[in-house]
């Protein structure tokens, strides 16, 4: 096992869990046994996070664009995730997670929404990770929303022209109430960004693997920690003067 030095781990880590569909292909199972598997991995990665001290966990779930797969495996995802959310929120309270969703729930199936709801409601005293699924999600989406919500507030005199600043337009965003995420590790080999939180990745360490979710285990999740742990984090400065800085 990679050792963590547990000061160093990132305050929010984003996951895109890619690679359900190929672990399957290469089974010759079907698809859906893929993402069954991939649960399996949510659940000991989000146990992981939250015994590692990790305050934010966010998952990509659903694509805003996984609406275009076929009818049958969008219906079996949206199963996976109501069964995954009503069964999680006893261990949720166990282990002090607090639940939270970003995308437009609007289009999400009322039953997974009433189960969402419940989760949300039933974790919300909860003080230790925060585990954000994106469902739905699509990070232009987002942002054409905030600016939409945004105009509003300007035509209704509620922001002037002149407030306008990164951190208040960042205020209207999904993610208002946490920190961007330090660390992106996405599974499966490809190296993309698949509008994935474009605005808040502005200045996130990349990680990228071969290994599909599904067997993505403890020990990849704590090799990628280690390597961001070895990464220096500039924000536009020089190393010299980080130093400097001590
Ligand atoms: C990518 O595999 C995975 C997804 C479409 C979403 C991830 C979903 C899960 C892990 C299951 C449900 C999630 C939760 C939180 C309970 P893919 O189908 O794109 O794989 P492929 O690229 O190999 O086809």
Redesign the pocket.
């Given at each position: 096992m990679h050792i963590l030095k547990t000061e160093k781990l990132p305050r929010h880590l984003a996951i895109i869990?890619?690679?359900?569909?190929?672990?399957a292909k290469a089974r010759m199972l079907r698809?859906i046994v893929?993402?069954r598997k991939?649960?399996e991995?949510?659940r000991m990665i989000v146990e992981e996070c939250s015994l590692l001290g990790i305050s934010c966990l966010t998952?990509?779930?659903?694509s805003a664009e996984?609406w275009l797969r076929p009818k049958t495996e969008v219906q079996a995802?949206m199963m996976?995730?109501k069964k995954?959310i009503k069964m999680e929120v006893p261990r949720m309270m166990q282990n002090n997670i607090r639940f939270n969703v970003i995308g437009n729930r609007e289009e999400l199936p009322s039953d997974v929404n009433r189960v969402v709801d419940d989760a949300i409601a039933k974790t919300a005293g909860n003080s230790g990770m925060i585990l954000t699924?994106a469902l739905s999600y699509g990070a232009r989406q987002e942002i054409v929303r905030a600016a939409t919500i945004m105009a509003a507030d300007m035509a209704s005199g509620k922001i002037s022209a002149t407030e306008v600043s990164e951190s208040l337009f960042a205020g209207y965003l999904y993610t208002a109430d946490m920190p961007e995420p330090d660390f992106l590790i996405r599974t499966?080999g490809e190296m993309r960004i698949s509008n994935f939180l474009l605005w808040q990745l502005a200045y996130t360490e990349l990680y990228f693997t071969d290994i599909?979710?599904p067997d993505f285990g403890k020990r990849e999740l704590h090799k990628a920690l280690c390597d961001y742990q070895d990464r220096e984090r500039r924000f536009g400065r020089t190393s010299d003067q980080l130093q400097a800085r001590g």
């Open positions: 869990m890619d690679g359900n569909g190929r672990w698809r893929g993402h991939g649960v991995t949510v998952l990509f779930a659903f996984n995802l996976l995730l995954y699924l499966s599909n979710w």
